[in-house]
């Protein structure tokens, strides 16, 4: 189905709604064009009134912010699409959710959420007659109010658009395994000229019609950025079409500033996209798809920036040029021209015909909404929790690896966790999604093709290997595409993983760090519903990535995340595949969370049985008794403390060369698995408390911290308890090259010896000895260096340790 025809368009359509949709009676236009200059009016007053909402005398500077914030360049095309849409709804009863990508235009979505009533259902304070109007203005961009962006508080909304580039991503991850749903997603020709925009067109290439709902996107070209020409908008119309085409779209358009023109134009295409979408699906669903990707219709919508704003200010044109991008009348308080300006233009909405003598919209206006939870303001896809469902999740104790005695197994733990997340697609067909960069088999998840082939909506050849249109597994080259899908899934109510290679995810990291801003403020409101986290899986990480060299070497989403707020940031390291199943369950069955889980993909020596692991993960951290030679009676000569797999490796092979060459050391060895615990309780909910950290660490034994990631994480985290400077930490200091597994850790000064060392410049004590063990640490050092130049690989000590090995 690489088109749709004109016959096949009618398809699983009702043909008289069509013909309403397409020709809208005069007094449909009425109604369209009433709405229309009602959220105009209420777009203005909310970036300029401070009071007057209703024009009842004459505007005066009173009435006028002292702070003239907002944009309203892009807010008529935003709310003319808002209206016809919610028409189209009306009249169909389709389910559908808009997501504004030019996420400036805030003030239009609070104004179409507060025409359709669901505002002041929410905030009962912002009532529909005056007084509530007046405080819909004051609130808009002030201190105490709503941000000027369609954030988290604007309902109706899962996108923000304060960061450019995500709106269509959000929109496909929103409809997959959604099948009822259409999202609107515009797009704001400025935001059009981002990479991740640019890359994420191609969401219809993994598209399923049969079980995914449809994305609708709106290039919004108004031609104009801050302060100047946008590409697409300068480009000649046939070269966007060819663009847009070329990606698999049909591409239909609407130009003009006429009225009522423009809305009679722009319902006429609307009811044809609606169409095409309803017949591909109408296909897919009835057995009459043939398989191929069908072409989903798009619109270029073409108005002009500002429309119905001041035309000229101050003898220069504003309207339709890059002047009206934000507040063309500054300095409205001072200056009687530009107030007299605002007051005419306020006017010339005719706000009498639009609000009654209470201040409620009129019956005009009030008749545009569809109702209920069809309202776009009210859809509970947009408010996900509402529709979240608890995933069935299997028993993670049946994936186990067995582990008699600590670090004598070997084995691959993502692997295992492969095999928990096969059967969680098994047990959850339409509400848990892998997203993978084109990595799943190289990160040990290839189990889950048991279960689901890799989404794909293009051909597929005979060389394809678990490809196919009916695929889940959602794979693509663009990490941007894999994070922003899954945003979009959560927000709506399901659930996922998004995997990648360690040093990748600072691609996406700015998208990682604008969920947590969303999350965060969503916990504040009382009418939002928890959603399922962002569940996000590295793997391929930096001390591993040895053979890819130090462009792959890179731990910096750890500290991305830490600077999230402690009431939606988790970071797991998990040292083996039992605790990661463990933490993989609690992660898994968590809501409005970001669950960074960090834990490489070679195999690994496994330290506890899958019980151990379960009551290591619970408190977070603990102390290895069989790694250390401390007997629990009186305080340790030095701890070695450990997070993160190879790390975790270092510790405790640096602690059996001091049980065997240093005996009479006393050495306590602890593990990190939530990274969050180290925090004290009032830094974090996950911080443990000041008499557990005393148990683990002492309150004045000095700690040699091996960590995974930078070592300055680690201060930060132990800031404000008892002598935080006693801490010496190890961790991956930005060297790295395509070398040894073992010669990273060297590199980087983490390696066992190297932590031997630490331990005995910091110890409270030195049995004797201690120096002829720092004499051998750098023999062994000098030895490891030219031997991997010599063979190329580790020396046979290092490369198959484990604590049955006497040898190193």
């Known amino acids: 189905m690489t088109a749709v025809s004109d016959e096949q368009v009618r398809e699983g359509v009702d043909e008289d709604t069509l013909r309403r949709l397409a020709a809208p009676a005069p007094e449909e236009v009425e109604q369209l064009d009433a709405w229309w200059r009602a959220a105009n009016y209420l777009t203005i007053g909310q970036i300029y009134l401070q009071g007057n909402p209703l024009l009842r005398e004459p505007l005066a500077p009173k009435h006028i912010k002292p702070r003239l914030l907002g944009h309203w360049g892009t807010s008529p095309g935003l709310s003319l699409i808002y209206a016809h849409v919610s028409r189209l709804i009306r009249h169909t009863g389709q ?6 990508g030019p996420g400036h235009g805030g003030p239009a979505l609070v104004a179409a959420g507060y025409l359709e009533g669901t505002y002041s259902e929410i905030y009962p304070h912002v009532s529909q007659d005056e007084a509530g109007m007046s405080r819909l203005f004051r609130q808009f961009s002030s201190p105490g109010g709503i941000p000027s962006h369609v954030s988290v508080t604007t309902p109706g909304s899962i996108h923000e658009g304060g960061e450019l580039g995500y709106v269509l991503v959000h929109a496909f991850g929103a409809v997959m395994d959604n099948p009822d749903l259409l999202a609107v997603a515009v797009v704001g020709d400025g935001e059009a000229e981002t990479g991740p925009l640019e890359g994420s067109w191609k969401g219809v290439s993994f598209l399923n019609p049969e079980r995914d709902g449809a994305v609708l996107p709106i290039l919004h070209l108004n031609g104009a950025k801050i302060v100047g020409p946008t590409v697409l908008a300068r480009k000649d119309p046939a070269e966007v079409r060819r663009l847009l085409g070329g990606h698999g779209y ?42 191929t990707r069908p072409r989903w219709p798009l619109i270029v919508l073409r108005s002009p920036k500002g429309w119905t704003g001041p035309e000229q200010v101050d003898g220069v044109q504003v309207a339709g040029t890059w002047r009206a991008h934000q507040v063309p009348l500054s300095g409205v ?13 306020l006017r010339s909405y005719r706000p009498e015909e639009l609000f009654d003598a209470d201040g409620a919209p009129t019956e005009p206006v009030r008749s545009l909404a569809p109702r209920g939870d069809l309202r776009m303001s009210a859809s509970p896809h947009a ?23 600590p670090a004598r197994t070997r084995a691959e733990s993502t692997r295992r966790l492969g095999e928990l997340l096969r059967d969680v697609y098994r047990d959850n067909p339409d509400t848990f999604r892998l997203f993978c960069p084109d990595e799943t088999n190289s990160n040990r998840l290839g189990a889950v093709f048991e279960e689901s082939d890799r989404a794909f909506a293009e051909r597929v050849t005979g060389d394809d290997v678990a490809i196919s249109r009916n695929g ?44 947590g801003k969303w999350l965060q403020e969503a916990g504040r409101l009382p009418w939002r519903a928890k959603v399922p986290s962002l569940n996000v899986l590295l793997t391929s990480t930096a001390w591993r990535n040895d053979h890819n060299g130090f462009s792959h070497q890179g731990p910096g989403l750890i500290q991305v995340v830490l600077t999230q707020r402690g009431d939606v940031a988790r970071v797991y390291l998990p040292p083996d595949a039992n605790c990661l199943l463990s933490v993989a369950d609690h992660c898994l069955r968590s809501r409005s969370y970001i669950n960074l889980i960090v834990i490489d993909k070679q195999p690994q020596l496994q330290w506890l049985s899958i019980d151990q692991a379960i009551e290591h993960c619970a408190r977070g951290a603990g102390i290895w008794d069989w790694a250390g030679t401390d007997d629990g009676t009186g305080d340790p000569d030095i701890v070695l403390a450990c997070a993160g797999d190879v790390v975790t490796m270092e510790t405790v092979a640096a602690a059996r060369i001091l049980r065997e060459r240093l005996p009479g050391l006393k050495v306590r060895v602890v593990n990190v698995v939530d990274l969050m615990t180290l925090m004290r309780p009032k830094d974090h909910p996950h911080g443990m408390s ?56 060297v590199r980087n000064r983490a390696s066992r010896y190297h932590l031997v060392m630490d331990a005995i410049n910091n110890a409270r004590r030195l049995p004797r000895g201690a120096s002829d063990l720092m004499a051998w640490c750098e023999r062994k050092l000098a030895e490891h260096q030219a031997y991997v ?6 020396m046979p000590e290092v490369r198959d340790w484990s604590l049955g090995d006497r040898r190193g």
Do not use: K
């Not at 389910?95 to 504004?100: N, R």
């Not at 400077?725 to 190890?730: A, Q, S």
């Open 789 to 794: 130049v010599e063979h190329l690989e580790d």
């Open 250 to 291: 049909d591409v239909l358009e609407v130009e003009g500033s006429d009225l009522p023109g423009m809305h009679l134009r722009f319902a006429a295409v609307l009811a044809d996209a609606w169409a095409r979408i309803r017949a591909i699906q109408h296909r897919a669903r009835t057995g009459a798809w043939d398989g």
């Open 383 to 405: 408010d996900g929790g509402r529709l979240t469902r608890d995933l069935a999740l299997p028993d993670f104790r049946d994936y186990a690896v067995d582990v008699p005695r």
């Open 690 to 745: 000041g008499t557990l950290f005393t148990e683990l660490f002492t309150d004045t034994v000095d700690v040699v911290f091996a960590f995974h990631g930078y070592p300055g994480a680690i201060h930060q985290l132990v800031h404000g308890r008892p002598d935080a400077d006693r801490f010496r930490v190890r961790g991956f200091i930005e060297e790295g090259t395509t070398t040894t597994p073992f010669d990273m850790t």
């Open 95 to 100: 389910q559908a959710i808009y997501l504004a």
């Open 333 to 345: 308080r001072d200056n009687p021209e530009h107030l007299a300006i605002l007051e005419s233009w």
């Open 472 to 515: 889940r597994v959602m794979e693509v080259l663009s990490e941007h595409n894999c994070h922003g899908w899954l945003e979009g899934y959560t927000l709506t109510g399901r659930h996922g993983m998004f995997a990648t290679y360690e040093a990748f995810a600072m691609v996406s990291a700015s998208q990682t760090v604008q969920h």
